[in-house]
């Protein structure tokens, strides 16, 4: 290995260092929204020069993890409804084709898996496990992603989660309240049949075209439905504090 190509394997091992360590610390609440990420502080933590964190601060302001603003400079990204149900309309869609474009390469052994985790999620509904209940989700989508031909989408919709993740710890708090209302009969249900909808129409042989495009309407009506609760919850707040 030359020494060019060596140093410039050796500044993207520190970028990735510096990412790896940023987004670890906002997906754990280590960072608040609002905090400022301040360069210096973050490179004598990890014992690098300030260049590859700003490089990663960067990435990170690209997945709309971090901001800058004129005044503070890079800052957490804050609670904002709005862009959870934006970043939530583009999962409905990027979902939609990865489960459709998936259907042919489905196997029985895939079948029976996603019987499996959706029986496993049913258990964790009844016990209001949502732990138990976020992890069967990701492992149900999990086999259909690897079946899916187009790896690249596959990848913006891990990414994607994670910033979804993100937003929602800030603006659902996980509250007994928000635990029943995720968790809910109704709604849980809902999921549970819309998973079973899925496996049926794999069955089935459904075409590709109308498994992407039942999963991305039920998405972006999930998507509605919570818009609306978080709106009236925002309300009733506000009602409280003026009372």
Do not use: W
């Given at each position: 290995m030359t020494r060019g190509v060596a140093s410039a394997a050796e500044a993207t091992s520190k970028q990735q260092l510096a990412y790896d360590y940023i987004k670890e610390g906002i997906d754990r609440g280590l960072y608040a929204p609002k905090q400022r990420l301040v360069i210096d502080t973050l490179a004598k933590e990890l014992s690098i020069s300030p260049v590859p964190v700003r490089e990663a601060?960067?990435?990170?302001e690209a997945e709309s993890l971090v901001i800058f603003?004129?005044?503070?400079?890079?800052?957490?990204?804050?609670?904002?409804?709005?862009?959870w149900a934006e970043?939530?309309?583009?999962?409905?869609?990027?979902?939609?084709?990865?489960?459709?474009a998936a259907a042919p390469r489905i196997t029985g052994a895939d079948i029976k898996?996603?019987?499996?985790?959706?029986?496993?999620?049913?258990?964790?509904?009844?016990?209001?496990?949502?732990?138990g209940w976020t992890?069967?989700?990701?492992?149900?989508?999990?086999?259909?992603?690897?079946?899916?031909?187009?790896?690249?989408i596959v990848d913006q919709i891990g990414q994607l989660r994670s910033r979804i993740a993100m937003i929602n710890r800030f603006i659902q708090p996980r509250t007994e309240a928000t635990?029943?209302?995720?968790?809910?009969?109704?709604?849980?249900?809902?999921?549970l049949a819309g998973h079973g909808w899925i496996i049926e129409a794999y069955l089935s042989g459904k075409s590709s075209s109308e498994i992407e495009a039942h999963v991305r309407t039920n998405i972006l009506m999930?998507?509605?439905?919570?818009?609306?609760?978080?709106?009236?919850?925002?309300?009733?707040?506000?009602?409280?504090?003026?009372?």
């Open positions: 601060i960067r990435r990170l603003s004129k005044n503070s400079g890079a800052i957490v990204a804050g609670a904002d409804p709005d862009l970043q939530m309309e583009l999962l409905a869609v990027l979902e939609g084709y990865v489960t459709g898996q996603l019987k499996a985790v959706n029986g496993e999620m049913a258990k964790a509904l009844a016990s209001f496990d949502l732990v992890q069967g989700n990701l492992d149900f989508h999990a086999v259909i992603n690897r079946r899916c031909p187009n790896a690249s635990i029943l209302h995720t968790l809910g009969r109704d709604s849980g249900k809902s999921t999930l998507t509605e439905e919570t818009r609306r609760n978080l709106s009236n919850s925002h309300d009733r707040r506000v009602s409280r504090s003026l009372e």
